[in-house]
């Protein structure tokens, strides 16, 4: 009988893949003084725009709601977006850069193949995501590495509601026992979201401040490492 993999889903966008890294391409259209804060603002909006239309039980994909986030943060500084500076922005989007710790992270899935079932778990569509493992300068040779992409495009609202998790434990087939799944992530709301749901987290802690997220005290994550790739080793041993 073959030993039981340790599944583990890792979110995408500010965990594997840094979405400050576009700032390289805002700084091509608006200069390198305003690149750095308009990346940080259209990733504010971007998320809040999740939260918000989840709540209002509305749904629109992550993509239009990536660049309508684009626009609000170019506003807010004054700016125009024309269409085609979007359109090449959001394909911009398709290619991040990961974090530096991630090749390492990689390489320790490959070698331990046998006993991790991984996957790339994101707010992302579908297309999105492909894109991004398919054309990420760092991530796309690695792809393999993932079982396979896991969205919310089918359930249509976006993390952290429980929906987005109970799709995720049915995708890895462990209805019947949740806790067997990991989800590695940067992002706090989704750490709390996975704890919500019965799942166990990993928090990806870059900015070395330890888990300072009190919206939920009781549902603190397992594993607080510095990178996804001492995650990995912390959630191998448990």
Known sequence: MAAKKTVIAFDLYGTLLSTESIAHELAKIYGEDKAKSLAALWRRYQLEYTWRITSMGEYKSFSELTRNA??????????VVSQNNADDL???YDSLHVFPEIPSALKLLEDNSDSVEAYVFSNGTDEMVGNSLKTSPE????AKRFKSLITVDSVKCFKPDRRVYDHLVEQVGKQENPSDVWVVSANPFDIVGSGAAGLRAAFI????TGWIDRLDEKRAPFVVAPGVDEAIKTILKN
Do not use: I, Y
């Open 70 to 79: 684009l626009h609000h943060a170019a506003a807010e500084h004054g700016l």
């Open 205 to 208: 802690d870059r900015a070395g």
């Open 90 to 92: 959001m394909r911009s």
């Open 139 to 142: 991530l796309g040779p690695h």
